[in-house]
């Protein structure tokens, strides 16, 4: 697609706590208790951020009509799902975005979880946090440039959110952009390739949208010990 943008050029700042709690941990809970689980952490980091190969694809496009669960960009490519439709109703326009940080670190997890499982789960758990800074870093890039332009932002909202399945909103994404240009593929079971990659629209509008963040819309938002963590 010839008006997607794509960027390679990112810095990501992990650190071992960022670890710590992609892999579903407390930070302050695991230094006080399982020391050594930090120092693995921290190995982590200085191992894995050579492996991390940061890149993101997205393209904007106008929306042409926002009603019954179906959002239709102006050139027909169907949005469809309560989410959608709730969140995004008063968006003129969307971004839609794929961001990963490569195969490399896919590769060596597998390589290393045989022999040495905790140190690849450390591993497993930068590749988290690093896709999942990335995506925060590009929002917050895309809203100072609207806020320039005197436009306000949505949530982010992905696949897998409540009102948004994963079966249904992977493939509207991919049938919208083509991430094959920084390497990413999408299965038939709807799990993207390489693993530690993630999608997800962002809608602009001249009012703003229903205040919240992404915790309020996600499917573990009454049971996740770590919502509205920055």
């Known amino acids: ?18 670890v710590l709690r992609g892999q579903g941990a407390d930070p302050a809970v695991i230094r006080a208790r399982k020391p050594r689980l930090v120092e693995i952490a921290e190995r982590a980091v200085q191992e894995g951020s050579t492996l991390l190969e940061p890149a993101v694809v997205y393209r904007f496009a106008p929306i042409e009509t926002v009603k019954h669960e179906r959002l239709v960009l102006a050139d027909g490519a169907p949005f469809t799902g309560a989410l959608i439709a709730r969140h995004l109703s008063p968006a003129r ?5 794929v961001c990963t940080i490569g195969a490399a670190i896919d590769e060596r997890i597998s390589a290393l979880m045989p022999n040495d499982p905790a140190y690849a789960l450390a591993l497993d758990g930068l590749g988290s946090a690093a896709v999942e800074a990335l995506g925060a870093e590009l929002c917050a890039r895309l809203e100072r440039d609207a806020a320039r332009l005197g436009h306000c932002t949505s949530v982010p909202i992905s696949p897998g959110m409540a009102g948004w399945p994963v ?4 493939p509207q994404i991919f049938s919208n952009l083509d991430a094959g240009a920084i ?3 999408l299965t038939a079971s709807a799990q993207m390739i390489p693993r530690k990659s993630t999608s ?8 703003p949208f229903e205040a919240g963040t992404p915790c309020d819309f996600c499917a573990l938002r009454d049971t996740c010990r770590y919502q509205h963590h920055p």
């Open 167 to 170: 079966d249904v909103g992977q």
């Open 1 to 18: 697609m010839t008006d997607q943008i794509v960027i390679h050029d990112w810095q990501l700042n992990i650190d071992a706590d960022m």
């Open 93 to 97: 326009y969307l971004a839609v975005i």
């Open 200 to 207: 997800l629209v962002l809608g602009f509008a001249p009012t």
């Open 183 to 185: 390497g990413v593929t």
